[in-house]
């Protein structure tokens, strides 16, 4: 059975995630743990900077990679908020945006992970494995620059825009899923 790894970004973790792990398992993914060891990575906003020294995956899926120079990340979340209210009231999704928020709360109160997404922005592994990426950039997300061939990849990944926002692959998974479905 092929492995798959989520790596978390901030205030994020498995109960924001069951839709996209239950669509992981149709796929015939077992989700795992440990990055270093899954057949595909799934980061998503700061997990992206979660990626390990070594890894054995052969894909690896970028989605929402925190990185727009010239905004401030505050900035952003405050955007994020303000959007998700919102598009998610008029999508008829809040009871969903309402038990999202509930466990980015949750999720908050981790600041081991916070400092690891820090340590791993900086070194910046997350650009080296380009050549195995495929980035997808949701189009109305306010973390991601829409300048998507601007992101500094040491190999050219895969672009892909998908539509709605930064968190979408959370509440519809299934065009993200279908992407690893395709080459």
Not at 3 to 32: H, M
Not at 137 to 163: G, I, M, N, S, Y
Not at 173 to 178: D, Q, S
């Amino acid at each position: 059975m092929k492995t798959a790894c989520i790596l978390y970004g901030f205030c994020e973790g498995p109960q924001v995630s069951k839709r996209f792990c239950a669509g992981l398992e149709k796929l015939g993914y077992r989700v795992i743990a440990d990055p270093s060891q899954a057949d595909l990575i799934i980061g998503h906003s700061g997990g992206c900077f979660l990626l390990p020294e070594h890894i054995r995956a052969q894909r690896i899926l970028q989605i929402g990679i925190v990185h727009w120079p010239g905004r401030s990340v505050l900035g952003s979340l405050l955007r994020k908020l303000a959007a998700d209210i919102k598009n998610h009231h008029r999508e008829g999704a809040l009871q969903f945006w309402v038990h999202k928020t509930f466990w980015n709360f949750v999720y908050f109160w981790r600041p081991l992970h916070v400092s690891r997404m820090l340590q791993g922005r900086k070194r910046g592994l997350h650009w080296r494995y380009g050549a195995l990426t495929t980035v997808v950039r949701p189009e109305l997300d306010v973390f991601c620059t829409p300048e998507l061939q601007k992101l500094p990849f040491a190999h050219a990944p895969r672009f892909v825009r998908l539509p709605g926002q930064h968190d979408d692959c959370w509440r519809n998974p299934t065009p993200y899923l279908k992407l690893l479905q395709s080459k």
